[in-house]
């Protein structure tokens, strides 16, 4: 999913500068902590591609978002920077898969994909 999305990416700046104005990239930051993800809610519009630039606080956390096939960690001290395409609208949950102490399990969020 990542290496597609950098391919297509790559491929709509070779098409002059307004389609590049058109898709460059809204960062969306999302910061972790134990147990939560701060916002819990973000927005991005379908077809336009996004980066998530997402940092941690405390420890190591997951970010799953298994309906558009994203997973990384999250390392304290470091960007990680995930590029993607969401295609299609919906409500897309994104949670934390690294056990990181009670409270673990209500450490998620949503990506809303308006059309
Ligand atoms: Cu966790």
Do not use: W
Request: proline letters at 5%; one cysteine or more; a neutral charge.
């Amino acid at each position: 999913m990542y290496r597609r999305t950098m391919v297509a990416l790559l491929a709509g700046s070779a098409l002059g500068a307004v389609r590049l104005a058109a898709e460059t990239p809204a960062e969306i930051r999302i910061s972790a902590k134990k147990f939560e993800f701060h916002p819990n809610k973000v927005t991005a519009k379908a077809g336009q591609p996004v980066v998530l630039v997402l940092t941690s606080m405390d420890r190591i956390h997951g970010f799953k978002m298994p309906d558009l096939g994203v997973r990384t960690e999250i390392v304290p001290g470091q960007e990680t920077r995930v590029s993607l395409l969401p295609t299609k609208a919906g409500s897309f949950t994104f949670f934390c898969d690294v056990f990181c102490g009670d409270g673990h399990e209500d450490m998620d969020g949503t990506l809303i994909v308006e059309a």
